[in-house]
């Protein structure tokens, strides 16, 4: 319900007012001024996401946005998100968040630092996307992304599916 409140105040729209979901959770749909949809999960009996970054399961969030300063305003105001220039672009980062992570997997913080993570990488919880000028066909959105064993043969199952690949398999660093 204060998610909420924050949300309006900070000029985005609940979408889905906050509601009971059994005895796991409240959540509400929100969306930012751009109307980028996104959903908020106060958790009690189902804390949420409990296999990440496996074949199947969440690995990462990011914001496509046409407005990224409009964004960084709204998303600081409703969550405390800061963000985080990399040469690849913004990624945004929740301050503490490394600790909550290096509670679960001691010395990840380590291992990141190993893997040449900046100061303040472990802190990262999604990718800030400027949507182009000249793209006017892409919505402002959330997008999520899976974890996979195979990404070519994911590609061509989908495409054998009836899907389309609308980008890639590509190398990424």
């Known amino acids: 319900d204060e998610t909420a409140a924050k949300a309006r105040y900070a000029g985005g729209s609940v979408l889905t007012e906050p509601f009971d979901v059994l005895d796991t959770g409240r959540m509400a749909v929100l969306a930012d001024p751009e ?31 046409r407005d990224p300063d409009g964004a960084k305003a709204f998303y600081g105001a409703v969550f405390g998100w800061e963000t985080l220039a990399l040469p690849a672009g913004e990624m945004w980062t929740l301050p503490g968040y490394g600790d909550h992570l290096e509670e679960d997997n001691p010395g990840l913080r380590e291992q990141v630092a190993q893997m040449g993570g900046p100061e303040g990488f472990i802190d990262v919880v999604a990718s800030l996307n400027p949507i182009a000028d000249d793209d006017a066909e892409t919505p402002p959105h959330w997008s999520v992304t899976f974890g996979i064993d195979d990404a070519s043969a994911a590609a061509a199952k989908a495409g054998e599916l009836g899907g389309e690949v609308v980008a890639g398999p590509l190398e990424a660093p």
């Open 35 to 65: 109307g980028a949809a996104i959903c908020v999960w106060e958790a009690r009996t189902h804390k949420g996401a409990q296999v990440v970054n496996e074949h199947g399961a969440l690995n990462f969030n990011g914001l496509s946005t």
